[in-house]
């Protein structure tokens, strides 16, 4: 599987960018996607997660009630929706796809198997 996250860019305190992420490859709804962020300096940290069917998904405290996860598995897509945006958001946004992972670990980076490249998230004050 091979992942290409898109939709980052430079947007203000407030407002909303919708992450995309095309899977190439076959039986991309066997995987369990995720997204994951890492601002400079920090570690690569959990932001959100969807399970194969789409059912059920797993967020960090720090997307609660601010991010959405979506999955279109008939266009090999997964979305991430980043509303009222804040400075600590700014990082890279990388997607990810797990394999037949325990939902209790899709928090984890080492559950997932294939990564995007990442796309730059910049929200100004």
């Known amino acids: 599987v091979q992942l290409q996250a898109s939709g980052g860019g430079l947007v203000q305190a407030g407002g909303s960018l919708r992450l995309s992420c095309t899977a190439s490859g076959r039986s991309f709804s066997s995987y369990d996607m995720g997204w994951f962020r890492q601002a400079p300096g920090k570690e690569r940290e959990f932001v959100y997660s969807i399970s194969s069917s789409g059912a059920t998904t797993l967020y960090a405290d720090s997307a609660k009630g601010r991010f959405t996860i979506s999955r279109e598995n008939a266009k090999n897509m997964v979305y991430l929706q980043l509303n009222s945006l804040k400075p600590e958001d700014t990082a890279v946004y990388y997607c990810?796809?797990?394999?037949?992972?325990?939902?209790?670990?899709?928090?984890?980076?080492?559950?997932?198997?294939?990564w995007g490249q990442g796309t730059q998230v910049t929200v100004s004050s």
């Open positions: 990810a796809a797990a394999y037949r992972a325990p939902r209790e670990r899709l928090s984890l980076s080492d559950s997932y198997q294939y």
